[in-house]
């Protein structure tokens, strides 16, 4: 898990493309959050989901969109899943495979 952190951490402040790389001279005021995910559970219905309890995936053949739990406007599940389904590319009409899973923060 520590090595999938340190990637991940490297990853973000290096190479996404919404933000300029991190400098060293950013590093003293930089706060660090740490959400690590518990194992998928399948699931067959909204109604086993909870935007502030349970993160989703959403499935469809190849394409996949995670959105993380009780994220600041994400109020329901019907957003939530509406959001994973963009992220995935995955057209609102399409059949879905659900999955649930819960995270443990660290800051």
Do not use: C
């Not at 005021?29 to 086993?48: A, C, G, K, M, N």
């Amino acid at each position: 898990m520590a090595e999938e952190i340190l990637y991940n951490a490297v990853s973000a402040g290096m190479n996404d493309p919404r933000f300029p790389a991190v400098q060293e001279a950013d590093l003293s005021q930089l706060v660090y959050h740490v959400d690590v995910l518990t194992r998928p559970e399948r699931i067959d219905s909204l109604q086993q989901l909870d935007a502030k309890r349970y993160g989703v995936i959403v499935e469809a053949g190849d394409r996949r969109g995670l959105l993380l739990p009780d994220l600041s406007g994400v109020d329901s599940v019907e957003q939530q899943v509406a959001i994973a389904r963009q992220k995935g590319n995955i057209a609102a009409s399409e059949p879905v495979q659900l999955w649930r899973f819960e995270v443990v923060r660290h800051q």
